[in-house]
Nanobody, 115 residues
Framework: QVQLVESGGGLVQPGGSLRLSCAAS????????MGWYRQAPGKQRDLVAT???????NYADSVKGRFTISRDNAKNTMYLQMNSLKPEDTAVYYC?????????WGQGTQVTVSS
């Protein structure tokens, strides 16, 4: 069982930056594949980025070159550095932990990009 808590969301102007954090507890964080997903109003939840226990990363095409996913296993925390934000990045951002058939989600944090 893994508990995930996201933080760091908020309102930012286009072109600005935010860093999201996902704090994990309840299990061995380092063995999970971690990911960020987002869901805009009226749309499905989509992949943003993932990072494996070996730190192999994968990004959605829409965020490549702007977002960076990372993890600190000593702090049981995953991060998403978001730069050059666009209005279309507005969504609720969710943290996910996956291990074989087990998947856990956080409650989400709102990111709004608007002038």
């Amino acid at each position: 069982q893994v508990q995930l808590v996201e933080s760091g969301g908020g309102l930012v102007q286009p072109g600005g930056s935010l860093r999201l954090s996902c704090a994990a507890s309840g299990s061995i964080f380092s063995i999970y594949t971690m990911g960020w997903y987002r869901q805009a109003p009226g749309k499905q939840r989509d992949l943003v980025a993932t990072i494996t226990p070996g730190r192999t990363t994968n990004y959605a095409d829409s965020v490549k070159g702007r977002f960076t996913i990372s993890r600190d296993n000593a702090k049981n925390t995953m991060y998403l550095q978001m730069n050059s934000l666009k209005p279309e990045d507005t969504a609720v951002y969710y943290c996910r932990a996956t291990l074989t058939t087990y998947t856990y989600w956080g409650q989400g944090t709102q990111v709004t990009v608007s002038s």
